[in-house]
Structures are given as C-alpha cells and as structure tokens.
C-alpha cells in the first residue's frame, strides 16, 4: 500500500542547516508537500513540488526531488528557533485528492 | 480572509458522552477531511468528503460521524463507541486542483474525563 516514511527527530544548531527527509512508495504521486506544524496548531502549507521536478527552491527552504530512489528532502538554511516545529511530508494517493501523510519530523533548534 | 475555522478549541467531556467538533471553511473547497493527532502517530484519517451530501470512512472512522449536509460545513462527532477519543483533531479542506494541498484549521483538542 501507499506510505510515507519519515525519521522522528533532527536536532541541529541555530545558523545551521537542516534537512529533512522523507521516502514515498507511490511513483504515480503528483504533487508531493512539506507542512509545518507549531505546537498546539493547525499544519501550514510549506511548499510543494511537482513530480516532473527535481528541485525547487523557496527563499531558505529547497526541496529536493529524487524519483528513480523515492526520496524527498527539505533543506532549511540559516536555521532559526523559530523553525523549531514538526514537519510533515505528505505525496498524493491514487484515491481522489487524498493525501498520504508521513509520521512526521521535530526539528529542534537549539541557540 | 478566507480560511477553515475548528471550535472549539478546548473540548472536556465526560466518558460516555457524545460531543460534536465543527469545521467550518469560506474557501468554496469541495473536499473535506478530518483527521486525527495523538503523539508520536502523525495523522490518522477519520472521514472525508469530496461532494455535498457524500462521505467516506477513513483508516480509523469507527466510533466517529460526520455529516456534510453543506459545501461549507463537515462537523464531525465522537460518539460513546471510540474507545480512547482524547486526542488533537484537525480537520482540512482541499480544491479540486491538488496542487494547493490541504488547508488546516488550528485544530480542536479533545478531553475525555
């Protein structure tokens, strides 16, 4: 079946930068996402990336896309406490617009 | 502002009780999910909605409703058969065109006493 896999936990120092990653089983995804989610909060729509993409970059945030392996990375630069967080990845399904949503990673900032 | 509103915020119930979670969203999305957050589980599908008046159970739809008698409305409600229903539910709304993914609310968490 579909699944998104994640690590748990990325701890790293303020200024440096971080990458998360995530692996996806579905070739056929579409779009693939990276959300945030502050403690106590909704998750909030990072960034995309279309799947006949192999990069994208956004202000401090690049997401690298490697089809052939089904792997997703998000890099941050300059990472800031503010960043401190739990990210989501997240490909879509075969089933309608469905998202198939990794466990999800805390990044942990420390100054 | 257009965005998906979840009340409340806070929610205590008694064991035994039914209580109702409301999702409201003013995006004139036509999909609608709610989810649920325990720690360290990611999020665990309940219910969607793709169309008015239709529904589909999700991985974990057992002890849960939902109704989506409006575009604009999904309010989801735990009854006295989920076993464990505290927990943080957040629900989402979605376009047709998946390239903007899921809209959240901030979420409603749910205590049972």
């Known amino acids: 079946g579909e699944d998104v896999e994640q690590s748990l936990f990325l701890s790293v120092r303020e200024g440096d930068s971080s990458v998360i990653n995530c692996t996806y089983t579905?070739?056929?995804?579409?779009?693939l996402y990276w959300y945030k989610q502050e403690p106590g909060a909704g998750l909030q729509l990072l960034t995309y990336?279309?799947?006949?993409?192999d990069m994208k970059q956004d202000q401090r945030l690049t997401v690298l896309l490697n089809k052939k392996d089904k792997h997703l990375s998000l890099r941050i630069a300059d990472t800031q406490t503010g960043d401190s967080a739990i990210y989501f990845c997240a490909e879509t399904s075969n089933q309608g617009g469905k998202l198939i949503f990794g466990q999800g990673t805390e990044l942990s900032v420390k100054p | 502002d257009g965005g998906i509103t979840q009340s409340p915020k806070y929610l205590f119930r008694k064991e035994g009780q039914n209580v109702t979670l409301s999702c409201e969203q003013n995006?004139?999305?036509?999909?609608m999910y709610w989810y649920r957050q325990d720690p360290g589980q990611g999020l665990r599908l309940i219910y969607y909605s793709q169309i008015v008046n239709d529904f589909q159970k999700g991985d974990i739809a057992e002890g849960y409703s939902v109704s989506r008698e409006k575009k604009e409305s999904f309010p989801l409600t735990v009854t006295s058969a989920q076993k464990n229903p505290t927990a943080f539910y957040l629900c989402a709304s979605s376009p047709s065109d998946r390239a903007y993914g899921y809209t959240f609310g901030s979420g409603t968490r749910l205590t049972v006493v």
């Open positions: 579905d070739s056929s995804s579409t779009y």
């Open positions: 995006l004139n999305h036509d999909a």
């Open positions: 990336i279309f799947s006949n993409m």
